[in-house]
């Protein structure tokens, strides 16, 4: 395997359990956990049968003590994300789970997501989560971030100040609407995208079509993003 | 869908994504077959099924390979959960550019799925 996609993967499983900046690294760890045990929710299945997935009540089938309002967003990112709509996510919101944390949530999510699935498809047994770290949050929220690009505030690469982390320019990333889109919290989404690149491609080679960077080609890459995209449903 | 349409304008190739949506092929695309069929396992199939595909992939295009389709279904996996979990807009000129093949093959209902 190439050394940078090992390590970049060790690296994002091992930050799982780091203190994060809206919950603690055993909070963290207690959303990867319930992340996977979403995948074995018997409402969570009804649901994504249901034309209607709110007009099927019911309990989620936890693993874990987190407040409804986060038990609802991991279940439903973890199994039906294709059809979250912004309602959805004015409702967690309302009930409870702030937007800091529920982006942090997200970017939890996407890393066991993405690592899970990794596992999975080498045949590999799923690994054991890390050690959680101390320390406690700061809460610290981007002063530039704004509304009017997706559901929550977010962070374009003008409005970055010498207080955060460099979200962009670490990664020599130009900001696009999916960059963008962890930015309310600039360290989940360092932590998604340092992992993500080396799992696809970075931004400098995507176009660089003359070039091959993998083992499998530009056009097998994005056939195979473009049918992952397909069975999750993703406009994007 | 974006960049294998201009992966295909590099060269010189046209790329079918019709059958990339369907399942049922016709891409162009070398191996296909056994990518989309490991794609399919990983995100919908067994074991089992995930083992058969990844030997066919691993037949074809070798190890590394294996490795790196691997990757790749992981990370789109993943990153199609960011998109849909924070409500990102497509960019204006890329939903200009594909107004026409998405509307041709129903990618469009996906945002009426959305509750």
Redesign the interface.
Request: glycine share 8%; with cysteine; net charge positive.
């Given at each position: 395997?190439?050394t940078e996609?090992s390590k970049a993967v060790a690296r994002a499983w091992q930050a799982l359990g780091a203190c994060g900046v809206w919950w603690t690294g055993e909070e963290r760890l207690t959303i990867a956990r319930e992340a996977r045990a979403a995948r074995h929710c018997a409402l969570c299945r009804q649901r994504k049968a249901a034309a209607?997935?709110?007009a099927v009540v019911g309990s989620h089938t936890t693993a874990t003590v987190l407040a409804p309002p986060a038990i609802e967003a991991i279940h439903r990112?973890?199994t039906d994300?294709?059809?979250?709509?912004?309602?959805?996510?004015k409702n967690i919101v309302a009930t409870g789970l702030t937007e800091e944390a529920y982006?942090e949530l997200?970017?939890v999510?996407?890393?066991t997501?993405?690592?899970d699935?990794?596992d999975?498809?080498?045949?590999t047994p799923l690994r054991a989560l890390p050690p959680a770290g101390a320390g406690q949050p700061n809460r610290r929220r981007p002063s530039g971030a704004k509304p009017g690009?997706?559901?929550?505030p977010?962070l374009a690469p003008e409005d970055v100040t010498a207080d955060d982390a460099p979200l962009y320019t670490s990664g020599g990333r130009s900001g696009?609407?999916?960059h963008?889109?962890?930015s309310l919290v600039p360290e989940a989404m360092m932590q998604?995208w340092d992992?993500?690149e080396?799992?696809?491609l970075h931004q400098s080679q995507?176009?660089d079509?003359?070039r091959e960077y993998?083992?499998?080609?530009?056009?097998?890459?994005?056939?195979?993003?473009?049918?992952?995209?397909?069975?999750?449903?993703?406009?994007? | 869908m974006d960049l294998l349409r201009r992966s295909g304008d590099h060269s010189g190739t046209d790329y079918g994504l019709d059958g990339i949506v369907d399942g049922n092929g016709g891409s162009g695309v070398g191996h296909e077959k056994e990518l989309l069929a490991f794609v399919d396992a990983t995100i919908t199939g067994t074991a089992g099924e995930i083992a058969k595909a990844r030997a066919a992939v691993e037949s074809g295009l070798g190890r590394e390979a294996v490795i790196d389709a691997a990757a790749v279904i992981a990370g789109f996996d993943a990153i199609t959960r960011v998109a849909d979990g924070t409500g990102i807009p497509l960019e204006p000129p890329k939903a200009e550019a594909s107004a026409d093949w998405r509307a041709r093959l129903g990618i469009d209902d996906y945002w009426t799925a959305k509750v």
């Open positions: 395997m190439r996609l209607i997935p709110q990112i973890v994300p294709g059809r979250l709509s912004e309602a959805w996510y982006i997200l970017g999510v996407a890393v997501t993405a690592v699935t990794f999975r498809a080498l045949g690009l997706g559901w929550m977010m696009g609407n999916v963008r889109a962890l998604f992992m993500f080396p799992m696809y995507m176009r079509f003359g993998r083992a499998v080609s530009h056009p097998q890459i994005e056939m195979m993003a473009a049918r992952v995209a397909v069975q999750n449903q993703c406009i994007y | -």
